[in-house]
Nanobody, 115 residues
Framework: QVQLVESGGGLVQAGGSLRLSCAAS????????MGWYRQDPGAQRDLVAVITSDGTTNYADSVKGRFTISRDNAKTTVYLQMSSLKPEDTAVYYC?????????WGQGTQVTVSS
């Protein structure tokens, strides 16, 4: 059973930085991609950043130049380095892993950016 466990969320002032981590376990096979989504209450879950199995990365326009996604060599842990944080980055951040058209999700971690 695949499990994704996130850590690193919290409260930070605008302009500050946070690093999110997501560790995957329970999978014998690698994922096609791993990434981060975020969701405000009452809103849809939106892509923040993704990294594919070949290392290709993609970012939402709103975070380009501020956020960096990376992973470990084993491709089981993905990180999101968030810098120059803005109040509008406040949301619950969810880790995602995809394999063979199946989506796996973490439990979410709250990121709050105060102005």
């Amino acid at each position: 059973q695949v499990q994704l466990v996130e850590s690193g969320g919290g409260l930070v002032q605008a302009g500050g930085s946070l690093r999110l981590s997501c560790a995957a376990s329970g999978s014998r096979f690698s994922f096609n991609s791993m990434g981060w989504y975020r969701q405000d209450p009452g809103a849809q879950r939106d892509l923040v950043a993704v990294i594919t199995s070949d290392g290709t990365t993609n970012y939402a326009d709103s975070v380009k130049g501020r956020f960096t996604i990376s992973r470990d060599n084993a491709k089981t842990t993905v990180y999101l380095q968030m810098s120059s944080l803005k109040p509008e980055d406040t949301a619950v951040y969810y880790c995602n892993a995809k394999r063979a058209f199946v989506n796996y999700w973490g439990q979410g971690t709250q990121v709050t950016v105060s102005s």
